[in-house]
């Protein structure tokens, strides 16, 4: 088994740019443990893609970075493993794993089952204050477009879903969304192209109008249209990036 290369490249992008672990900062504090801390850091950094797929992740390097010992790095390590964020190959090192095409066909599959279920539950009590709230998320979304703001831009996505997921009342279901979702996070966040977000906007305000009708229908056919969008931008990308995925 040979090294996985990083992958790329990529377009005029509006997605985070890759920084190395040497980039990275973790202060540690007395909440946790110390292998609870360095996973949660580098955990954030793959899915964020300040660590890209392919770039390596040194023990010797993170403990140096960090200032901690080996054991909890390494137990960090064995978790992001286990998590299928991380590869380790026997003799040669670990590496922040690739973006999977079967990972994310699975990770699309259980969010829009998810959320088009908590839709029909939302749309039975919907409310123009709820509206109101998520337009003005909207609005948001659309101000950090402006300045050219990636994080601030991911940041208002989520808060978009998790809101619109959270008005049904079932936030046990939003976590399950958001554990399953991180191939997917990880997509957006790499692939991301500037010229596609302004049509984030108008999806989601289809699914609000649809809601604010009592379309329940046309909400659902909204949200699922947008959802499958990452399908759509997999397709239209170059063949030479797609091969990038591997199966």
Request: proline content about 6%; glycine content about 6%.
């Amino acid at each position: 088994m040979t090294k996985p290369p990083p992958q790329g490249p990529r377009g005029k992008l509006f997605g985070a740019s890759a920084q190395g672990l040497e980039e990275l900062e973790l202060v540690l504090g007395r909440n946790g443990s110390v292998s609870d801390q360095v996973h949660d850091a580098l955990r954030r950094a793959i899915i964020e893609v300040r660590l890209a797929p392919g770039a390596p992740i040194s023990e010797n390097s993170i403990c140096r970075q960090f200032a901690v010992s080996r054991t909890p790095v390494r137990s960090a390590i064995q978790r992001l493993s286990e998590e299928g964020l991380v590869d380790i190959l026997p003799q040669r090192g670990s590496y922040v794993a690739p973006l999977r095409l079967g990972n994310l066909r699975d990770s699309h599959f259980i969010r829009r089952s998810l959320e088009l279920a908590l839709l029909r539950e939302t749309a039975a009590i919907w409310t123009p204050e709820m509206s109101q709230t998520l337009r003005d998320i909207v609005e948001k979304q659309r101000q950090v477009i402006a300045a050219e703001d990636p994080d601030g831009f991911f940041l208002a996505d989520e808060e978009f879903h998790r809101t619109l997921a959270g008005f049904s009342g079932r936030a046990g279901v939003w976590d399950a969304i958001q554990a399953a979702k991180v191939s997917l996070t990880r997509f957006y966040r790499y692939w991301a192209q500037a010229d596609r977000l302004p049509d984030v906007l108008t999806e989601h305000l289809a699914v609000l109008d649809a809601l604010d009708r009592g379309d329940v229908d046309g909400a659902e056919e909204a949200l699922a249209t947008h959802l499958d969008m990452a399908f759509v931008i997999f397709d239209q990308m170059p063949e030479e990036d797609r091969k990038q995925l591997p199966v």
